[in-house]
């Protein structure tokens, strides 16, 4: 089989449009750690626990002695007070090395206290909570990426 320039020139094409869909459909761990921490967000916004819980290990701990099941209980308390939850991400950076990662990043909170008192007269109140800068570890796990454990920095204002 004789294979002429025009051949050639189509299957060179064909290499880089394959290799080409291959970058843009394959995501590199910085993309999968990013579009993580984002989903993460929704889930707050949704009050989705299990999404919540869904980026955390199990052998998430840190410096404070927070665990998985302490996380558990604090999303769940938060999701009971508070409704209308908005979160913002700002700034974020990952750095992968190996089967390890680190995502830094500043974040706001902004939430509506659920009434808990019968009276009708009270207005809801906005609560914010927002930080300087939130440091997360991530570990590749058995199904993949998962935050092993965090630290954050000051509380900052953003005026949004």
Do not use: C
């Not at 294979?3 to 459909?25: C, E, H, N, P, Q």
């Not at 990013?34 to 199990?58: N, T, Y």
């Not at 604090?74 to 990952?94: C, E, H």
Request: charged share 30%; aromatic share 8%; hydrophobic share 45%.
């Amino acid at each position: 089989m004789k294979i002429t320039a025009g051949k050639l020139i189509l299957i060179a094409l064909g290499l880089i449009l394959a290799a080409w869909l291959v970058f843009r459909i394959i995501p590199s761990d910085e993309n999968r750690i990013h579009r993580l921490i984002h989903e993460a967000a929704k889930a707050v916004e949704r009050e989705d626990l299990d999404g919540v819980m869904g980026v955390i290990s199990l052998s998430y701990r840190d410096s404070y002695g927070l665990t998985y099941a302490a996380w558990r209980a604090l999303f769940q308390r938060g999701f009971n007070k508070y409704m209308d939850i908005r979160v913002w991400i700002r700034s974020l950076d990952i750095k992968v090395n190996g089967d390890e990662a680190e995502a830094t990043f500043s974040l706001r909170v902004e939430a509506t206290v659920a009434a808990t008192t019968g009276d009708p007269d009270k207005l809801p109140t906005r609560d914010v909570g927002s930080l300087e800068r939130a440091k997360l570890r991530f570990k590749r796990e058995a199904l993949g990426w998962r935050v092993v454990s965090g630290e954050e920095r000051r509380p900052v204002r953003w005026g949004l």
